[in-house]
């Protein structure tokens, strides 16, 4: 199945989601701590996507985004700071 990720983003927050006839399915948010990082705080995927990788598919699009505008990240949600730590190519964005 294919995904369209968006994101969305304030000043203080923001976040990489998928939507589905405006229903949120999955999304990673963050805090934006100063301007150079972000902090990821929580990933939810709706049970109907399990298993397909979508939590993955997002954590990819946040650190392209991150790397991109030259931003560190501090992982504080557990799947994230397991990914990231198990991913070695990704390790270059922690702060």
């Keep these: 199945m294919d995904f369209k990720i968006q994101q969305e983003a304030s000043s203080s927050k923001g976040r990489f989601y998928i939507e589905k006839e405006g229903t949120t399915l999955a999304e990673m948010t963050y805090s934006v701590a ?10 939810e995927v709706d049970d109907s996507l399990r298993g397909e990788g979508v939590g993955d598919k997002l954590l990819k699009a ?7 505008e030259n931003i560190k990240v501090l992982p504080l949600c557990p799947f994230a700071k397991a990914r990231i730590e ?10």
């Excluded at 100063?34 to 990933?43: A, E, F, L, M, R």
């Excluded at 198990?86 to 702060?95: I, P, R, S, W």
Aim: cysteine-free.
């Design 62 to 68: 946040l650190i392209e985004y991150v790397r991109k």
């Design 86 to 95: 198990k991913t070695e190519e990704y390790q270059d964005v922690l702060f």
């Design 34 to 43: 100063g301007s150079s990082k972000i902090i990821i705080d929580h990933t």
